[in-house]
């Protein structure tokens, strides 16, 4: 076997498991997002009387905040590049 035959197959077996984690973190990130919503509309519909549960509610909808904000991002990242793979075909 040649090495360009080497080098070619192992190219194609780097890039193939390459997209494989690729589509594998993009449906993690996908389904992180959407419990870290699910987790904050319920934690904005909960009503307490009590102040010590209220403030622990707004402190967690900070920490959800910091989560969404990052993860809204690279899901538009996702779904602008599977748009992409579909127009250019």
Do not use: Q
Request: proline share 2%; glycine share 2%; hydrophobic share 55%.
């Amino acid at each position: 076997m040649s090495v360009t035959t080497v080098t070619t197959t192992t190219v194609v077996v780097v890039a193939t498991t390459a997209l494989e984690i690729a589509a594998v973190l993009g449906a993690l990130g996908t389904c992180i997002l959407i419990s870290a919503l699910i987790a904050k509309e319920l934690s904005s519909s909960y009503e307490d009387s009590e102040p010590t549960v209220k403030e622990r509610l707004k402190l967690l909808m900070v920490c959800l905040n910091i989560i969404i904000t990052p993860m809204l991002m690279i899901f538009a990242l996702i779904v602008a590049v599977k748009v992409m793979e579909v127009l250019s075909t």
